[in-house]
């Protein structure tokens, strides 16, 4: 399995513009997380599915914050407008059954809003 | 809800050292613990797990040891190497399927 797949690697853009995160999880997993890392806060959990159905959207940090999960296989996390204290590290992670063996991240999208 | 606190950093060590990061955690029901590590520019990696008490897991030389009675999970290593430099998060697993990562832990091996 080539693992946890995301896309752009490096995205930057202008203040206000909208922004489009991907994700290709683990074939097979049933949870995905969407995750944020600044030096600031640390590792932010934004929002994470089960089966495509969103179960805890309590991390994402305003209404310019959305994600979808339309089939096993794909989610996105958008932002618009984008803030340039948006900059970021956003990572997608899988895992199956609970996570109880444990999250597999991919390498993430580093986002820079100028 | 759920906590971890982990032994605040950074910490630099000299080549061949013994390591300990400390990890403490609060947690409803049974979690599972695992030790994840981030090498720079990139995503975490699982680095080893424990499901049940006085589990012990491992990976590449590094141990930790699943402490029910003082809901502990520290991570050690007998000798460090320049190549193990990187990021550390304790993160336990409860029943809600979601990890609480702790704030990291960074890890400095000179030669």
């Known amino acids: 399995d080539a693992g946890v797949i995301q896309s752009p690697r490096h995205e930057v853009t202008e203040m206000g513009q909208e922004v489009t995160l991907r994700c290709k999880p683990i074939s097979g997993h049933d949870y995905l997380f969407w995750y944020r890392q600044t030096m600031m806060r640390g590792l932010e959990l934004l929002i994470y599915?089960?089966?495509?159905?969103?179960?805890?959207d309590s991390g994402m940090p305003e209404d310019r914050f959305s994600a979808k999960m339309p089939n096993a296989s794909f989610s996105t996390l958008k932002i618009q407008p984008s803030e340039p204290r948006d900059s970021a590290v956003y990572f997608c992670?899988?895992?199956?059954?609970?996570?109880?063996?444990?999250?597999?991240f991919g390498s993430g999208t580093r986002l820079t809003v100028v | 809800g759920d906590s971890v606190t982990q032994m605040e950093g950074p910490v630099t060590l000299s080549e061949e050292a013994f390591l300990t990061i400390n990890c403490t955690y609060t947690?409803?029901?049974?979690?599972?613990l695992f030790w994840y590590v981030q090498y720079p520019g990139e995503g975490l990696q699982l680095l080893l797990k424990?499901?049940?008490?006085?589990d012990k897991g491992s990976n590449k030389g590094f141990e930790a040891t699943y402490r029910k009675e003082t809901t502990s999970f520290h991570l050690e290593k007998g000798s460090v190497q320049v190549s193990d430099s990187a990021v550390y998060f304790c993160?336990?697993?409860?029943?809600?399927?979601?990890?609480?990562f702790g704030d990291g832990t960074t890890l400095t091996v000179k030669p």
């Open positions: 599915f089960n089966n495509n159905v969103p179960i805890d």
């Open positions: 947690a409803t029901g049974y979690p599972s």
């Open positions: 992670a899988s895992s199956l059954g609970r996570g109880r063996g444990g999250y597999t």
């Open positions: 424990a499901t049940k008490a006085d």
């Open positions: 993160a336990p697993n409860t029943n809600a399927g979601k990890s609480t």
